[in-house]
């Protein structure tokens, strides 16, 4: 695996190394040792599977507030993403900057993404299938989000949403 930091620290594309012949190829897109040797929480509580049937479907911004604060690594199985990360660690550097890039089937990376940032996408294509594996156990009283468009991220989407949540429209305007 290759591992790509980005402009926001805890945030790291990940991308498989392919093993290819005349069968097909053989990645590894997990190995303990190896995200801990990059610096990545490498403990993993759960695996959950987002299904998103339309294009333009949008999921987030979520995070799990400390003590129950979790790291994840997403990936696309199906179809495609605009995956977005927000720092929301008050005495981090890069507070309040996001990153973004598009996952897919086809170029199989994966964002590795800390704890304390929140996490959201945009699905490019129907049908799409977004594996989350995660470092923590879901616990709903620490569950959190901010809006998708809140002016305080000014996050730079590739489109608007047709389908987001009731839940996901109406997060408050973000205070730090």
């Not at 403990?43 to 003590?67: D, I």
């Amino acid at each position: 695996m290759r591992f790509e930091a980005t402009k926001i620290p805890g945030v790291v594309v990940v991308e498989p190394d392919l093993l290819g012949d005349e069968r097909g190829f053989f990645a590894r897109v997990w190995c303990r040792r190896d995200f801990a040797d990059h610096g990545l929480r490498a403990e993993l509580a759960q695996c959950s599977l987002s299904w998103n049937r339309r294009k333009g479907t949008l999921r987030g911004m979520h995070l799990q507030l400390a003590p129950h604060a979790e790291a994840k690594l997403v990936r696309v199985t199906r179809g495609a993403v605009f995956d977005v990360a927000v720092d929301l660690r008050p005495d981090s550097p890069t507070f309040r900057r996001w990153f973004g890039c598009e996952l897919t089937e086809a170029n199989r990376r994966m964002l590795y993404i800390a704890e304390g940032l929140a996490h959201g996408f945009l699905t490019l294509a129907e049908g799409t299938e977004v594996v989350y594996q995660i470092s923590e156990f879901h616990h709903p009283e620490a569950a959190r989000g901010v809006r998708w468009d809140d002016p305080a991220f000014a996050i730079d989407w590739p489109g608007l949403p047709a389908v987001i949540s009731e839940r996901d429209r109406s997060f408050p305007d973000f205070e730090p």
